[in-house]
């Protein structure tokens, strides 16, 4: 819950499609076909481009017939009729089997249609055709991509920049890199993509992204601020940029990107809990509280809310509340060994030693490597002046290299060190 893991989905995004139109005197003259898209900062950016026809003098019927038959497929496909552009692209290598550009045009219909496979065939056919093909390997790329087969990928969009590079597709096989965790190597992509396009929002959030992940914290939020000079209600910018500052401890500015973020969606439930997180480790538990209590109304099931909750109670001391809380947590999480352990300090703290013991040993039974649930026991065996019991659990503790003062102290007290 501590960090939201924002990644764009690797998916086919269509910015243009090459459309090749034909002038009275049935020559070929490049135009472009644009396409609604959804939310950039949603999907990579997947870089189809116009296709270069090379220069030629005359053009045979059957080439112009497919080229009419490739702009009617695509006139459709802009309408959304995508079986009848594929109808309409087969229909034209029917008439002109070695019409590269109707099988690119097909196989990004196909990507359209989730079909990959059928796309990297239509794919593999445009670059036997025209081996210079960038855009066909570039989009190959992605469809590999959506597959899961990312090396694939790679080895297409590196293909795609030594034909033509461009910040599309250094932003892809970045995301590929960044798939395959060889994060360094993302981020020298993503780097390239933004010296290619200072204004990639995207590539600026991923690489945002990956200097947190690294520990790169000041790095990260100067990516992140860069994505809000160009986009002030990219609300993972706000979110992700919280994370940063509140890993170097500026909790007042984490503060405020979450805030920011929920003015954006007062729903956000990880904002709230991050915001209600960082009010506690200021100090603030009362508004935490608040965050917590407003989280658990949106998902009542949250069960570190209830965790959280409670901790922020029994620090301001409402141990019953806090017990309350505590509770919940657990019928949700029996196996949770820290929401046992701390309602067993807060048993220990209303005088419910007993109870409280049955946590502490229940914390234990569930991970017996929770070292402080052995010397929260003690202490509560000592309280009931079972020594013994106190000092074994004491040692226990410390032969599992938890030795904070008190401990050594009772230790030595009881001539047990």
């Avoid at 497929?73 to 995508?82: I, V």
């Amino acid at each position: 819950m501590s960090q939201k893991e924002t990644y764009c989905a690797f998916a086919l995004a269509l910015t243009m499609i090459a459309v090749v139109s034909l002038s009275s005197d049935g020559h070929a003259k490049p135009s472009v076909l644009e396409r609604s898209l959804p939310d950039a900062s949603a999907l990579p950016v997947v870089q189809i481009g116009p296709h270069i026809s090379r220069p030629q003098q005359t053009r045979s019927r059957a080439h112009i017939l497919a080229a009419e038959l490739v702009n009617s497929g695509l006139a459709e496909a802009s309408l959304g009729h995508d079986e009848k552009a594929l109808e309409l692209y087969g229909a034209a290598l029917d008439i002109k089997p070695d019409y590269a550009l109707a099988y690119y045009n097909r196989g990004n219909t196909y990507a359209k249609l989730h079909q990959y496979t059928r796309a990297i065939i239509d794919f593999d056919q445009a670059l036997l055709i025209d081996p210079l093909y960038a855009q066909a390997y570039s989009n190959r790329g992605t469809a590999y991509g959506a597959l899961r087969i990312y090396r694939r990928a790679i080895e297409d969009f590196t293909s795609a920049i030594e034909l033509k590079p461009d910040s599309n597709v250094f932003y892809n096989r970045a995301f590929a890199l960044d798939l395959l965790g060889a994060y360094q190597d993302a981020i020298t992509d993503y780097s390239r993509a933004i010296d290619y396009n200072r204004g990639h929002v995207t590539a600026l959030f991923n690489r945002g992204h990956l200097f947190n992940g690294l520990g790169q914290h000041q790095r990260a939020i100067e990516d992140f601020t860069r994505v809000l000079a160009l986009d002030p209600t990219h609300i993972n910018a706000h979110y992700n940029r919280g994370l940063a500052y509140r890993w170097l401890k500026n909790y007042a500015a984490a503060v405020k990107d979450f805030s920011a973020a929920l003015s954006i969606n007062h729903d956000d439930e990880q904002a709230l809990y991050n915001r209600g997180y960082t009010f506690d480790l200021m100090g603030r538990h009362s508004q935490a509280i608040e965050d917590y209590s407003r989280l658990i109304e949106l998902v009542p099931d949250h069960t570190a809310a209830y965790y959280n909750r409670a901790n922020a109670k029994f620090r301001l001391r409402e141990f019953g509340l806090a017990i309350e809380d505590y509770t919940r947590a657990l019928a949700l999480d029996p196996m949770d060994a820290n929401a046992h352990n701390n309602r067993g300090l807060t048993y220990e703290a209303l005088g419910f030693v007993d109870r409280a013991i049955e946590d502490f040993s229940r914390a234990i039974e569930i991970d017996p490597s929770l070292a402080f649930a052995f010397g929260n026991r003690g202490s509560a065996y000592e309280a009931k002046g079972e020594l013994a019991r106190a000092i074994s659990d004491w040692k226990e503790q410390y032969k599992l290299g938890n030795r904070p003062g008190w401990l050594i102290e009772a230790l030595s007290r009881y001539g047990a060190l």
